[in-house]
């Protein structure tokens, strides 16, 4: 923790903090860092935004941050929140604040308060409940934050019943924080969690959404994970997990669906990272990881013998994901990257079995698409056997796909995927119009492509009259 005290020091040092700290105190008012970039620099992780409270209204901070500032934004002036960049870093500015949920509405009722002290016992969680009052460097913690970073301890500033019922999105907040800081939660916020979690219906889908992006966004999200579905809440916006823990039938066995998905989703980031290691964390790819096989317990057959079976599980799991992922408001491009995703992936289970043509792999290439990197992570974070011999063989066989993909590729420009003919040459060549034919002779074009590779235009011009005849 000196080291902590040391690094506070630093972030008071800094030009943008000393350039705010003092044009605050001279227009009179008080000013304080608080929240993450405090804990961080007590932890020693690395602070990414800064954010400031003061007992300044927004019309004030604004008149403050002007002349030290090179743009300002308004991003929340009924809040008191005021943007603003500042020697090159954008920070956040907000009034002190006393507010809190009606318990009907999705929305805040907004307070203003007059406090350090009382704006912080508002806040989520007590590490995120300290405050670093500028210039004069002095800590502000009357919740206790400092014991809990020292144990590891997530828990409220005061009775947890009372902050998540002031806002329910806390709740999620405490799954994301359990995975990004490895804390443990406390026991009383835990059971507070599940008490009340059905109030969560009263946050709007994007909020929620959000915040299960962040949690995706951690390097481990699984501790949060568990935490949502052992507490219930889960099941209010993603209830297709939690239904994976399926019931075992002491006559037919399979692996633990649950917990396979999220090997699946910790190998997958695993693999993230090594393959793209200076990229931001891929949520599209980590929602497929953790939705693979949501059409697991629909398709769910018990067949005689003791065997089980789950046919048609990617294609049910792909429809199951678009629709809860269009419930909570994600955008069309995560959408379809995530469903294409987790119908495809059984698809090279079949590769493992027998070398495919280059036919085949072709197919492979083109049905995945731009998604085809994340496919070949995803693939492969999918074994997860205990058989050592079968884990080897499948890993193998990827290897070998991949390389195959990439010899094809330097052959043929696979990437373009497309036939020597395009549809104005087409027209030209059968002398047609614009029309169903047109689209018929280039699927035509397209499949020769696939099963033999680059035809050059005499020959695919050939092939195409070839063809046009057979038509009639």
Request: net charge negative; glycine share 8%.
């Amino acid at each position: 923790m000196a080291d902590g005290v040391a690094r506070l020091g630093a972030l008071v040092e800094s030009p943008v903090v000393s350039a705010l700290a003092g044009a605050f105190e001279a227009a009179g008012f008080e000013l304080a860092i608080v929240g993450g970039p405090v804990r961080d620099a007590l932890i020693g992780a690395r602070t990414n935004d800064l954010d400031f409270t003061t007992d300044a209204r927004a019309d004030d901070i604004l008149r403050v941050v002007k002349p030290i500032s090179s743009a300002q934004w308004d991003v929340g002036r009924e809040f008191g929140t005021i943007a603003a960049r500042v020697r090159g870093e954008q920070v956040e500015i907000t009034t002190y604040r006393a507010d809190s949920y009606d318990g009907v509405t999705r929305k805040p009722t907004v307070e203003f308060g007059d406090t350090l002290e009382g704006d912080l016992a508002r806040r989520d969680f007590s590490v995120n409940a300290m405050a670093l009052r500028v210039p004069g460097r002095t800590l502000v913690d009357p919740t206790g934050g400092v014991e809990d970073l020292l144990a590891r301890r997530l828990r409220t500033p005061g009775d947890p019943r009372v902050s998540f019922g002031d806002d329910p999105l806390r709740m999620l907040r405490a799954a994301r924080f359990a995975s990004q800081l490895s804390f443990e939660v406390d026991p009383a916020t835990v059971a507070a969690m599940t008490g009340l979690r059905e109030t969560l219906s009263i946050v709007s889908p994007e909020r929620i959404r959000s915040e299960l992006v962040r949690l995706l966004q951690t390097d481990d999200p699984v501790p949060g994970i568990r935490l949502l579905v052992e507490t219930g809440l889960m099941e209010l916006f993603l209830p297709e997990i939690p239904a994976l823990r399926l019931e075992v039938d002491e006559h037919h066995h399979h692996k633990d669906v649950y917990e396979h998905s999220l090997t699946v989703l910790t190998q997958a980031i695993e693999l993230e990272k090594a393959r793209n290691p200076d990229a931001a964390p891929d949520v599209p790819l980590r929602l497929a990881a953790m939705l693979h096989d949501i059409g697991k317990p629909a398709t769910r057959r018990l067949e005689p013998g003791g065997g089980v079976t789950f046919h048609h599980h990617d294609i049910k799991g792909a429809r199951l994901a678009r629709k809860r992922l269009q419930a909570l408001r994600f955008d069309t491009d995560t959408i379809t990257s995530v469903t294409q995703l987790i119908e495809l992936h059984l698809r090279f289970f079949g590769y493992a079995e027998g070398a495919w043509t280059d036919s085949a792999v072709r197919r492979y290439v083109r049905d995945a698409g731009a998604e085809l990197e994340r496919l070949h992570i995803l693939t492969r974070a999918d074994v997860t056997t205990r058989n050592r011999r079968k884990a080897a063989r499948l890993a193998g066989a990827y290897d070998d796909i991949e390389r195959r993909i990439g010899e094809l590729a330097e052959q043929e420009q696979l990437d373009a995927m497309r036939p020597a003919l395009d549809g104005n040459r087409i027209q030209e060549i059968l002398g047609i119009r614009p029309g169903p034919d047109v689209g018929k002779a280039y699927r035509h074009l397209l499949d020769l492509r696939l099963d033999e590779g680059m035809l050059d235009e005499a020959e695919a011009e050939r092939r195409l009259r070839e063809w046009w005849a057979a038509q009639g």
